[in-house]
């Protein structure tokens, strides 16, 4: 069974005004949440072996680097994409549609408020913000091919968040 976890960026900066928005750093918490929620998510699901999909935003891509060194990704599934910056929930669907039907299990890090409009979707809209450094795990029903991905195929399995843990 093939399965998601949306992944939003850890705690960002805003201490640098000049920078822009793509290039801002985590913040002091940030740096604390992402090995954190790494380490969470890896003894949480211990055999999961993950394609890493990132946006390429420094924040996003910071939070996922934490995990490709928790999980030991190899660099050929490693994935940054500008297309998960500034994107809607059908970027998504479309970025998880292109996805290799070898990658049975993606951990995708990306921004609100599209991480929440996901999570509102695959729980009825019971829930409606994922916090930083949160965590959405999904498994996807009836789906052997990425390429037959849609959003409506995504069922919840739990979600976390730094304070929760």
Excluded at 11 to 16: A, E, F, H, V, Y
Excluded at 17 to 29: A, C, G, I, Q, V
Excluded at 43 to 69: D, H, N, Q
Excluded at 94 to 119: G, K, Q, R, V, Y
Aim: charged share 25%; hydrophobic share 40%; net charge negative.
């Amino acid at each position: 069974m093939k399965s998601v976890h949306f992944i939003r960026h850890a705690k960002s900066s805003w201490d640098q005004l000049t920078l822009s928005d793509h290039d801002r750093p985590l913040n002091e918490r940030g740096f604390a949440d992402a090995p954190k929620m790494a380490a969470y998510l890896h003894e949480k699901e211990p055999g999961l072996r993950p394609c890493i999909l990132s946006s390429t935003a420094k924040r996003a891509w910071t939070t996922a680097e934490y995990f490709v060194e928790k999980f030991d990704v190899p660099a050929g599934s490693v994935i940054k994409s500008s297309n998960l910056y500034h994107c809607s929930i059908y970027d998504i669907e479309d970025e998880l549609i292109a996805m290799d039907d070898f990658n049975d299990h993606i951990i995708l890090f990306s921004h609100n408020p599209t991480l929440s409009e996901i999570l509102g979707l695959v729980s009825n809209g019971e829930m409606f913000h994922l916090p930083t450094c949160g965590i959405l795990a999904c498994s996807v029903k009836g789906i052997s091919k990425w390429s037959d991905f849609k959003l409506t195929d995504l069922k919840y399995n739990y979600h976390a968040f730094p304070k929760l843990i």
